[in-house]
Structures are given as structure tokens and as C-alpha cells.
């Protein structure tokens, strides 16, 4: 039997996991859960919010499940640590970047598909009323390198410094002590670039899609986003049936809200990835809809985009959208080769939403609170055995 490692997290990462698994044993999904710790308790607790048997579990089973966790920059993080372990070096990190890097998940899929009737779908006007074009893109992000990769300084050491000094662009920083500089670094290599292109067209090629647009900004980030583009121009090569359109970031954010019907796949680094997915995310219903994957040779780890949302944790009942969770795990089921039950499973939240008799409170656009009941939402566990019943 599969052994999935179940790693809820922080917030509401822990109200709607155990929704998705309800939805997994409801569809005849024979699998074993086991527990991992992950997140903020654990770096207030022990200093580390990626434990050691939680990275040791995923190694054994190498399928994780993933709610949310809460992140708070360096300094905040420092505060909230328990008292013994202050001053002793230890460094906050997003465990979920941490996983990513430690096992190579470098493909991250972010599908963002509108479900008919869904009342958060992009709207376009037109003369005299509106359309609704449905959009069915789903993004590639390069998930382990990049903006993202960490290697950045405040207060570069000096052998840092000289090396940058090389650089002739350098000399616009000539007079910047160096405690007075902050340097993100974006490092690409060939190998990631070729893998995330290749990924996304056998994607495409697999599923029908007519296009790979890589969007990325090489008239100025000449080298990386430069690799990116020239790697997946050699690739388009060998799927004569689609083709390569390219962007610019930044033009893209502004497409997506005229034209987004048109893009089919799509790849980009890490950062960029991330803007890009949430932005055609929120096209299809936002966050409460917007599922993902994270995949690496031999692990992979499955999550809803969304964060762990503090503000709504304690609400009881629970007052969040289950569907970007249980859509995570629709993609497990895929990865699994189960795709007669994912597909079992989106069909019945296709069915709920085009009913639109039992919706989140999102979808009613409503402000989140425990008010909304009494607005017509429904809780979490309501929309996830409204859904269980028209498996
Ligand atoms: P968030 O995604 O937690 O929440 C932003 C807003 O989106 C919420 O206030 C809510 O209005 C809405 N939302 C999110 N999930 C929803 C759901 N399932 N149903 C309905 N509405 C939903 O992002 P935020 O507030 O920026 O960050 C909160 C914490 O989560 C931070 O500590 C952040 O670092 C962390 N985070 C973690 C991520 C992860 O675990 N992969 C990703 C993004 C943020
Ligand atoms: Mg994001």
C-alpha cells in the first residue's frame, strides 16, 4: 500500500488537509498516512521548521502531502524563538523552499483551470454585456533556483564584494560601504532551465496544448532569463506540433488580464513563476482554487498555493475553501497513476460549483469572518461532503 506523508503545517494548512484526505478515502484511494511536523511550532520549539524526521519520512515514502505553513522574515522569526535557544545561530527558513532545494523538487506545476459557473471566473466586457472565456493554463515554475535560491548577503563579506567588483556595473555602487548593501543574487544553470522546458512541452504534448510561452525578461536579465529562452528554443524544436511564444514578465501580468485564454502552458524561473501563477490564479476563483506540485526525480510534494491564512485559523467552524487542497491532491492521484479517481474527484467539484448551491465564502465574495454563515457560506467540512457526494 502507498504510504503518504502528510505534513499539514501551520494555520489553516491543518483544517484543510484532513479535508483532502476525506475526499481521498471517500473515492476508494487505499493509502496510509503518517504524520510529519513542519512549520512554525517547530522553529519556535526546536529552532528548525523542516525537523530531521520529517525529511528522513518523505525519503522513505517519497509522496508528501502539504497543507501551509507561516513564514515571518528573519528578524520577527528571531523574537518568537523559545528563550533557550536564542543567540545560539539559529536562522529561520521557509520549510517548504527548504524541502524544495533538499530534494530537488526543480518542477513546480501550478494548473489554473476556471470551473464553469465558479462566480470568481474572469470576465471580459464587451459592447453591451460581458463573456466569460475559460481559462485553462497551467504554469511551470522553476521551483529550486533563481531569486529564490538564497544565496544573498546584507553586508557582503569582502571576498563577496572584490568579486562583484569585477563586474563594470559594479562601479555605480563604487561609494556603498558595504554595510550598506543588501545583494540578491538569480543563478540559473543549463541543466535547470533544460528540464523545466522539457517538463513543460512534453506537458503540453501529452495534454493537447498549443503553445509554450516562456516568460521571462531577457532584454534586461540577459544571462538567466538569455539561458532560459535559448535552452527552450533548442527543445521547441523536437515538438513540431506546439509552439514557442515568448514574453516579457512583466507585458504577461498585463496580458493575462485581456487575453487569457490564449496561453496554454507556461514556463518561468522561480520568482516569476510564483507572480505568474498567482496572477492566473486569481482568474479562475484566487486562492481557494489554486492547486500545485512540486516534483523531483524521486520525491514529490503536492500543496495548495494558498498560505496558512492566520487571520481565519481559529474560526470555528472552519470558514476556508478545502477545494485548492483537495485539488493538490487530485494532482497526487495523477502522479500516482490514479487518474480515474482524480478525475472522479474534479468532476464532483466541477458538479458542486456549476450548482452553486453550496459555496465557500470566497465564492460569494463575501469578507472572511463568522458572519458569513449567516450570508449564506458554507464551512469547510460542508463543501468537502458536498463534493464527497457527488463522487
Ligand atoms: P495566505 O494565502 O495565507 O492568505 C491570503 C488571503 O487569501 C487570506 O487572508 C484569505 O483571504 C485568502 N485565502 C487563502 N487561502 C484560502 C482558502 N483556502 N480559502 C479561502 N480564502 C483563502 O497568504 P498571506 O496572508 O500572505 O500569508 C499568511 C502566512 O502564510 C504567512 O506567514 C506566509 O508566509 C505564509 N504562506 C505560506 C505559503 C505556503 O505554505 N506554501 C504560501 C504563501 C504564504
Ligand atoms: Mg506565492
Redesign the pocket.
Known amino acids: 500500500m502507498t504510504t503518504i506523508v502528510a505534513m499539514p ?5 491543518k483544517t ?1 488537509l484532513p479535508e483532502s484526505i476525506k475526499v481521498l478515502n471517500a473515492v476508494g484511494f487505499k493509502a496510509e498516512y503518517v504524520h510529519a511536523d513542519i512549520g ?1 511550532d517547530f522553529w519556535c520549539k526546536e529552532g528548525n521548521a523542516l525537523p530531521q524526521r520529517t525529511i528522513d519520512l518523505l525519503e522513505k515514502h517519497k509522496i508528501g502531502l ?7 522574515p528573519k528578524d520577527a522569526a528571531a523574537k518568537e524563538l523559545d528563550p533557550s535557544l536564542r543567540d545560539k545561530g539559529y536562522v529561520y527558513f ?1 520549510p ?1 523552499v527548504g524541502l524544495r532545494q533538499h530534494f530537488n523538487l526543480d518542477i513546480c506545476i501550478r494548473p489554473c483551470k476556471s470551473f464553469k459557473g465558479n462566480p470568481l471566473n474572469f470576465i471580459r466586457r464587451t459592447k453591451n454585456s460581458f463573456e466569460e472565456p475559460l481559462v485553462d493554463t497551467v504554469i511551470f515554475r522553476q521551483n529550486t533556483e533563481g531569486l529564490y535560491a538564497g544565496v544573498e548577503w546584507t553586508n557582503p563579506p569582502k571576498t563577496v564584494r572584490d568579486a562583484f567588483e569585477t563586474h563594470s556595473k559594479m562601479k555605480a555602487f563604487k561609494n556603498v560601504p558595504s554595510e550598506d548593501l543588501a545583494i540578491s543574487t538569480r543563478i540559473m544553470s543549463r541543466q535547470a532551465c533544460q528540464r523545466i522546458a522539457r517538463e513543460a512541452f512534453e506537458y503540453a504534448k501529452k495534454f493537447g496544448y498549443k503553445n509554450v510561452t516562456i516568460c521571462e525578461k531577457p532584454n534586461v536579465l540577459r544571462e538567466t532569463s538569455g539561458m532560459m529562452l535559448n535552452e527552450a528554443k533548442k527543445i521547441a524544436k523536437e515538438y513540431p506540433g506546439i509552439e514557442i511564444w515568448d514574453t516579457n514578465i512583466d507585458a504577461q501580468m498585463m496580458w493575462l488580464t485581456k487575453n487569457p485564454e490564449n496561453y496554454g502552458v507556461i514556463v518561468a524561473e522561480n520568482m516569476f513563476g510564483d507572480i505568474i501563477s498567482d496572477g492566473f490564479a486569481g482568474l479562475v476563483g ?3 482554487f489554486a492547486c500545485s506540485a512540486n516534483i523531483g526525480k524521486d520525491v514529490a510534494v503536492f ?10 485559523q481559529e474560526l470555528n467552524p472552519s ?7 483537495i485539488l493538490s491532491a487530485c494532482m497526487m492521484l495523477d502522479h500516482l497513476g490514479e487518474k480515474e479517481k482524480a478525475e472522479r474527484i474534479r468532476t464532483a467539484i466541477a458538479k458542486v460549483i456549476e450548482e452553486s448551491k453550496v459555496q ?3 465564492m460569494l465574495k463575501l469578507k ?1 469572518g463568522p458572519d458569513v454563515f449567516a450570508k449564506g457560506a458554507c464551512t469547510t467540512g460542508e463543501m468537502t461532503d458536498e463534493i464527497i457526494k457527488n463522487l
Open positions: 503545517g501551520d494555520g489553516i494548512g484543510v512554525w502539504f497543507g501551509a505553513i507561516t513564514s515571518k521557509s517548504i484566487g486562492l481557494g500543496e495548495p498555493t494558498h498560505g496558512s491564512a492566520p487571520k481565519y470558514i476556508v475553501n478545502p477545494i485548492a487542497m465557500t465564502y470566497d472572511g
